[in-house]
């Protein structure tokens, strides 16, 4: 049996690490909390744009780090609250009809996202996927540390996890599928017999055009595998 696996944020769903961080900023229980922790996370925007430069899991880490101190039942209401009207109203309209199309191949449907688990869980319900991989805030006492649980669900890491799901699972990686919209998700790409560029930015693109990898736009032509 195959498997396929899709990154989510600008593959499956028009949406990106920022945009459910800054719902969790500005939904604080009062309106000076939420301005406190916005002014907080601002400040840190440059070391996240130079971690972004140098390592997508730098860049995870520092951003996650906004959660500090959010109680675990906190976390798990607000995921809910973000997936149902951050994530879910920017599904794309043909990724139902590529996971379908995946499923009737008879593939394994895996998530593999930076994004937190707690937040697409709920988008892994929905599409009727059989397994996630997406990264974890440490708690300690039920209270958010801000650190994510190793390992982190980015750039390289993600080609290893997939290489490892797969071997667990009995895939073999020539026979599988690999979704994606970023070129940071290259190594995840070119570990597949068959991968795929989802609405690439420009540097995918090329990189996809050179060595004839399939081009996808969920938006506009709808799902092709």
Not at 20 to 27: D, E, G, I, M, Q
Not at 79 to 97: K, L
Request: aromatic residues 6%; proline residues 5%; glycine residues 6%.
């Amino acid at each position: 049996m195959a498997a396929s696996y899709f990154d989510v944020d600008g593959t499956l769903v028009q949406t990106n690490l920022i945009r459910p961080t800054l719902y969790y900023l500005l939904n604080q229980p009062t309106p000076l909390a939420s301005a406190r922790k916005f002014l907080r996370a601002l400040l840190k925007a440059p070391q996240m744009a130079l971690g972004e430069l140098q390592d997508r899991r730098v860049f995870n880490e520092i951003l996650y780090t906004v959660y500090e101190g959010v109680s675990e039942d906190r976390l798990l209401v607000l995921a809910r609250e973000v997936y149902e009207r951050v994530v879910r109203p920017s599904i794309f309209p043909g990724t139902r009809e590529l996971i379908a199309k995946a499923r009737e191949a008879g593939h394994q449907i895996v998530l593999i996202s930076g994004e937190l688990e707690c937040i697409l869980v709920h988008l892994k319900e929905e599409l009727g996927a059989d397994e996630l991989i997406a990264n974890r805030i440490e708690m300690k006492d039920g209270i958010s540390t801000g650190k994510i649980m190793r390992p982190v669900v980015a750039g390289p890491t993600k080609a290893a996890l997939l290489r490892r799901h797969a071997r667990a699972a009995g895939h073999d990686l020539e026979e599988c599928f690999a979704y994606s919209d970023s070129f940071s998700d290259v190594p995840m790409l070119s570990v597949v017999g068959h991968p795929t560029a989802v609405h690439p930015d420009r540097k995918l693109r090329l990189l996809a055009t050179t060595y004839g990898w399939p081009l996808l736009d969920l938006e506009r032509a709808g799902a092709r595998l």
